[in-house]
């Protein structure tokens, strides 16, 4: 984080000529089980990554009004404080920040203006969290500028309305949660109904957390999302309850006539993956590696078939890890994030690290024609100020 950090304080001099009064950090996710539970009242088990978004600030010259620029766009947005701030056109990087913004005025906070940069290396649009990464080093960094901290629930809830609001996806809240909320070494059980969080220590070292970046991204996720929250709010209506937590796979078997057979299979996923939730978090506080790989390729398979939310190459990925198996080190492996592309999440022995990253670089490689991108996290802190 260090090092990201010094690049954004260095970068920022070079743009507005002065030092940086101001620094705050946020990291990405990867989600080791529990996909599109969340929005389900489920549960959900990510972590923090040490890939972090960055932002440095200083006081405007212009208290009313706020720069933004980031090291990876040129488009640069001024903003006025006066009027009720709104979204700035669609696909626009800033509107992350600007929804924050817009949130902590909805609070009665004070804002006076000021300049930042955004400096990250979450990859970008790569299903771990980087939008959320934005949100919630914007939040972090306001908390430091109005010396106004917010209740860690109120700021992760606050910066999912920004996503809502501003960013027009309608998010759960589990990247906010382990963006604010996560801790070195420990995974994050989440239960998004009672918002309640526990920590899942992940300190075996014979294991490492390896992170594969398909480097696609199949472009109909803008539809799809709101299309699966839709089908799971169905299922839950045809079924009596108040969302698909309160559903078990026995009444949903009981009520499989009540809906169209998409919708149940939509369903089966989801309770069924928040079951897998629960018991992979009682196998990583068991340390029982093989029962949690087992959860893991699971989840894929479930998410691929009766989810639909996969693609060919995240697919590639946990073939091939399957294929290397637990005799060459991968204990299990998934997609991770939203789906459609991004990233895939392999829990791995310490010692046979190296060797699995080059066995699924060349295959991945060789099958789809795509360099994949890979690297190891430990679960990290979630965000914080940084000394400016
Ligand atoms: C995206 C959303 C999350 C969650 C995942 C799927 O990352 O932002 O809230 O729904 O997809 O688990």
């Not at 260090?2 to 996710?29: C, L, N, Q, S």
């Not at 990859?123 to 980087?130: A, E, I, K, R």
């Not at 093989?290 to 996969?310: F, I, K, N, T």
Request: hydrophobic share 45%.
């Amino acid at each position: 984080m260090k090092e990201t950090a010094d690049h954004a304080a260095r970068e920022f001099v070079k743009i507005y000529g002065v030092a940086p009064r101001w620094i705050a950090a946020a990291p990405g996710r990867v989600n080791l089980i529990g996909e599109h539970t969340d929005y389900n009242d489920g549960f959900v088990m990510p972590m923090a990554i040490e890939r972090y978004t960055v932002i440095a600030a200083a006081p405007a010259r212009d208290a009313g009004r706020i720069t933004l620029r980031s090291t990876a766009n040129h488009e640069a947005f001024t903003i006025g404080l006066g009027d009720a701030l709104k979204p700035l056109g669609r696909g626009k990087w800033a509107n992350y920040a600007v929804g924050v913004v817009a949130g902590f005025l909805a609070h009665g906070l004070r804002v006076e203006g000021f300049d930042a940069l955004v400096h990250s290396n979450v990859p970008l649009g790569g299903g771990l969290s980087s939008s959320a990464a934005l949100e919630v080093a914007t939040a972090t960094l306001l908390e430091a500028i109005t010396g106004h901290t917010l209740v860690p629930v109120d700021k992760a809830l606050l910066c999912q309305k920004a996503e809502h609001e501003f960013a027009g996806v309608p998010c759960g809240i589990m990247d906010q949660f382990v963006s604010v909320m996560g801790r070195e070494n420990h995974l994050l059980l989440l239960d998004c109904r009672s918002r309640k969080t526990e920590l899942v220590p992940l300190t075996d070292p014979v294991v490492e957390v390896l992170i594969i970046n398909t480097n696609v991204k199949h472009e109909l996720t803008g539809s799809e999302y709101p299309a699966r929250r839709k089908q799971c709010e169905t299922a839950a209506k045809a079924l009596g309850v108040v969302s698909l937590r309160d559903a078990t796979l026995e009444t949903l078997e009981q009520g499989r006539n009540k809906m169209e057979a998409i919708v149940y299979c939509r369903a089966r996923h989801v309770i069924g993956e928040i079951q897998r939730t629960i018991r992979a978090a009682e196998g990583v506080r068991a340390s029982d590696w093989p029962a949690v790989g087992r959860l893991m390729y699971a989840s894929h398979d479930s998410l691929r078939d009766d989810y639909e939310v996969s693609c060919a190459e995240l697919d590639a990925v946990v073939a091939i890890a399957q294929g290397i198996g637990s005799n060459g080190g991968v204990i299990g492996c998934r997609m991770t994030g939203g789906g459609f592309g991004g990233c895939a999440v392999a829990l791995v022995k310490t010692d046979a690290v190296e060797e699995i990253k080059k066995k699924i670089a060349a295959d991945y490689k060789k099958r789809t024609g795509i360099e994949a991108t890979m690297f190891v996290s430990r679960p990290a802190a979630g965000a914080t100020v940084i000394e400016a």
